[in-house]
Nanobody, 118 residues
Framework: VQLQASGGGLVQTGGSLRLSCEASGLTFNMYDMGWFRQAPGKEHEAVARINWNGGSTLYTDSVKGRFTITRDNDKNTVYLQMSSLKPEDTAVYSC????????????WGQGTQVTVSS
């Protein structure tokens, strides 16, 4: 199983980025997906989650109204559209997969760095 995240970069405060995570080696529509982040000195944080068919999403409070998680099961890809970015969004963002309707994320991808300058 491989989860390949991309789309990170350097952006100014108020800017936007779209992260992508392409999955391979698994039956994508059997998995719920999530985006997580970790900033230096801060705890690992679940940012957004989406169920196997895209019908249910969940966001951490700090990104509600600014970030949108979606998925395309035909392309085995999950996306994180990030808007109105703030310096506190600076972190390494990773995607993860868990078998649908279970509690533990089983597969993790390498992260992509997002840096928001003030």
């Amino acid at each position: 199983v491989q989860l390949q995240a991309s789309g990170g970069g350097l952006v100014q405060t108020g800017g936007s980025l779209r992260l992508s995570c392409e999955a391979s080696g698994l039956t994508f529509n059997m998995y719920d997906m999530g985006w997580f982040r970790q900033a230096p000195g801060k705890e690992h944080e679940a940012v957004a989650r989406i169920n196997w068919n895209g019908g249910s999403t969940l966001y951490t409070d700090s990104v509600k109204g600014r970030f949108t998680i979606t998925r395309d099961n035909d392309k085995n890809t999950v996306y994180l559209q990030m808007s109105s970015l703030k310096p506190e969004d600076t972190a390494v963002y990773s995607c993860a997969a868990k078998i649908r309707n279970t509690g533990t994320y089983k597969f993790w991808g390498q992260g992509t760095q997002v840096t928001v300058s003030s």
